[in-house]
Every structure is written in structure tokens, then in C-alpha cells.
């Protein structure tokens, strides 16, 4: 009984050893072509031409609009108990104040029934 639980493991200790070699010899095949692939050149004109914004004429190193900063320390103040996610949707619907606090008001009602 000793003598096939021997083979048993041996059988899958050689199993194992080629499934290690088979991963090895496909993972050196993979970072290998990645490291030896022809790399694209990137034109820098195109590049900056591909990343501008698309609805004005201004690029992405304009700085924010007047009181953006001021707006969202607003929104933060208004909804301490708000987090990141909620603070940003209140920003991208360029709410105001009073309606921040309405919207805050309310999912505080909706919350506690």
C-alpha cells in the first residue's frame, strides 16, 4: 500500500513540475514579445490635438473657472455627512447651496424612514 502512495505522489510531484515549466515558458514568451514588440511613435502635436477638449478652443492646462474651488469647499460644507461621490454629483449639477441643503435634507428623511 506504502509502494502506490509513493507512485501517487510521485505521479503528482512530475505533474506538477511540468505545469511550473509550461507556465515559465509561457510567461518568459509573453514579457519577451512585450519587451521586443515595435513600439508605436507617438507625434506630440497629434497627441495634444487628440486631448483637447472638444467643445471649446481651450487646452487642459487652463486653470479651473473663477470660484470653482470656492464652490466645492460649499458643497463639502453643506454635506459634512456627505462623501466624495455624493459631494461630486452635487458638483456636476452645479447646485447651490440652498439646493444642497434641500437634497441633504431629504436623503436625510429618506434615510430614516
Given at each position: 500500500?506504502?509502494?502506490?502512495?509513493?507512485?501517487?505522489?510521485?505521479?503528482l510531484?512530475?505533474?506538477?513540475?511540468a505545469?511550473?515549466a509550461?507556465?515559465?515558458?509561457?510567461?518568459?514568451?509573453f514579457?519577451?514579445?512585450r519587451h521586443?514588440?515595435?513600439?508605436r511613435?507617438?507625434?506630440?502635436n497629434?497627441?495634444?490635438e487628440e486631448y483637447?477638449?472638444?467643445?471649446?478652443?481651450?487646452?487642459?492646462?487652463?486653470?479651473?473657472?473663477?470660484?470653482?474651488?470656492?464652490h466645492l469647499?460649499?458643497?463639502?460644507?453643506t454635506?459634512?455627512?456627505?462623501?466624495?461621490e455624493?459631494?461630486w454629483?452635487?458638483a456636476?449639477?452645479?447646485l447651490?447651496?440652498a439646493?444642497?441643503a434641500?437634497?441633504?435634507?431629504?436623503l436625510a428623511?429618506?434615510?430614516?424612514?
Amino acid at each position: 500500500m506504502l509502494a502506490e502512495l509513493t507512485l501517487d505522489l510521485e505521479t503528482l510531484v512530475n505533474a506538477v513540475k511540468a505545469a511550473a515549466a509550461v507556465g515559465l515558458l509561457g510567461a518568459a514568451a509573453f514579457f519577451s514579445y512585450r519587451h521586443f514588440a515595435p513600439r508605436r511613435k507617438v507625434n506630440a502635436n497629434a497627441f495634444r490635438e487628440e486631448y483637447k477638449r472638444k467643445d471649446s478652443g481651450r487646452s487642459s492646462d487652463a486653470p479651473p473657472p473663477v470660484g470653482f474651488a470656492e464652490h466645492l469647499q460649499i458643497i463639502e460644507n453643506t454635506a459634512p455627512n456627505a462623501g466624495p461621490e455624493v459631494w461630486w454629483s452635487y458638483a456636476k449639477g452645479e447646485l447651490t447651496e440652498a439646493e444642497v441643503a434641500i437634497a441633504e435634507a431629504k436623503l436625510a428623511t429618506h434615510n430614516k424612514q
